[in-house]
């Protein structure tokens, strides 16, 4: 596609549920990031992606969260039983070599 | 670690005045790179621009121009001929060559005002 599309655009989940977050980087980009938008907040690292190399997962804030890129591409963020802190926009973001980053839209999760 | 620290949480300006926002950062990378991103309430982050370390020119876009002092930790923004659509959170962020991911500030909320 022509930019990096996220989904759902929002999410309205109930404490202690599960849920997933998507990404669909710019095709051929080989590095993929999340970051988490706090309501007037800057944007916090989460986790990043290197084609086949381990990700680096030192932004994740705890075990709670996880997230895997199959084949290279689409990305996937879980939170697992969610909590209320965990409400934020979440943001996706590819790029390649020294491209720059292209952020998708984000999405917005409200726990309540 | 790098820290990046935007001091203005709110800025206005009129329509064709100039405005800057500032951005400090603080890192022990000797090579990084500087970046400035606009974000409207479309959510998506826009790079406005970005300067690298190692080159004293100052970066210009369009009406976009930073004022880079890299013994200072200095990395403004200065938006020359304000037009309405500029309206938006501008977010400094910087990079470690060594690194990747970017360290973002805490944003500076434009108002442009008729």
């Known amino acids: 596609g022509a930019g990096v599309s996220q989904s759902p655009s929002n999410k309205v989940t109930e404490k202690g549920k599960d849920v997933e977050l998507r990404c669909d980087p710019i095709?051929?980009?080989?590095?993929l990031y999340w970051y988490r938008q706090s309501l007037g907040q800057g944007l916090e690292f989460l986790i990043y992606?290197?084609?086949?190399?381990?990700?680096?997962k030192s932004g994740l804030p705890s075990d709670r969260f996880s997230a895997e890129r199959t084949g290279g591409s689409v990305s996937t963020l879980t939170i697992q039983r969610t909590q209320q802190e965990d409400s934020a926009v979440y943001l996706c973001?590819?790029?390649?070599?020294?491209?720059?980053?292209?952020f998708g839209s984000g999405t917005r999760l409200t726990v309540v | 670690a790098q820290t990046v620290t935007q001091s203005q949480p709110e800025m206005s300006v009129q329509e064709a005045e100039t405005v800057t926002l500032s951005c400090t950062y603080d890192?022990?990378?000797?090579?990084?790179?500087l970046f400035w991103y606009k974000q409207p309430p479309s959510r998506q982050m826009i790079l406005v621009i970005r300067?690298?370390?190692?080159?004293?020119q100052n970066a210009t876009e369009n009406r976009f121009s930073v004022n880079f002092q890299k013994a200072a930790k200095s990395f403004s923004l200065k938006i020359s001929d304000s037009q309405l659509g500029d309206a938006a959170m501008y977010f400094c962020?910087?990079?470690?060559?060594?690194?990747?991911?970017?360290?973002f500030g805490k944003g500076t909320s434009l108002l442009v005002t008729p």
């Open positions: 890192t022990s990378e000797s090579d990084y790179y």
């Open positions: 973001a590819s790029s390649l070599a020294e491209d720059g980053y292209t």
């Open positions: 962020a910087c990079e470690p060559n060594s690194g990747y991911a970017l360290n």
């Open positions: 095709s051929g980009h080989t590095a």
């Open positions: 992606f290197q084609g086949n190399s381990a990700p680096d």
């Open positions: 300067q690298e370390a190692y080159k004293q």
